[in-house]
């Protein structure tokens, strides 16, 4: 049985250290870590399978899910989905509308502030 943690409280901002961004094996690659606008089903596989990739050479991979878990991040982050972060116990706390927005804004703050 799938059990959700609920989180303490709402973050507002990173609750760990982004310093493994510095070696971020994915950068320049966020069109496979972020879903475009209506993915299909098919392509989402796809773009996961290649992402996943990414992550298994990164060398932030155990800090990356830390902080995507403990953010409750949209996208695919150290290695996981978004859904498997949800089984896990970490859902996103974003709503389903504007979560692309959300998360390129996230994606965009994170990289801005590793630089
Ligand atoms: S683990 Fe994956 S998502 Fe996280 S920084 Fe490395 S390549 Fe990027």
């Known amino acids: 049985m799938l059990e959700i943690m609920e989180p303490v409280e709402t973050p507002t901002g990173p609750v760990s250290s982004t310093e493994w961004m510095d070696v971020a094996a994915c950068a320049g690659h ?16 796809r773009r996961e399978a290649a992402a996943r990739v990414i992550c298994q050479g990164c060398v932030g991979l155990s800090a990356c899910r830390a902080y995507a878990r403990g953010n409750r991040e949209l996208g695919f982050w150290g290695g996981e989905s978004e859904s498997e972060r949800a089984e896990a116990g970490f859902p996103p706390t974003t709503p ?3 979560r692309k927005r959300v998360a390129e804004q996230r ?7 590793a630089s």
């Open 96 to 98: 389903i509308i504007g």
């Open 107 to 113: 994606a965009r703050d994170a990289m801005a502030n």
């Open 30 to 45: 966020s069109d496979l870590f972020f879903a475009p606008f209506a993915e299909r089903p098919e392509a989402r596989v």
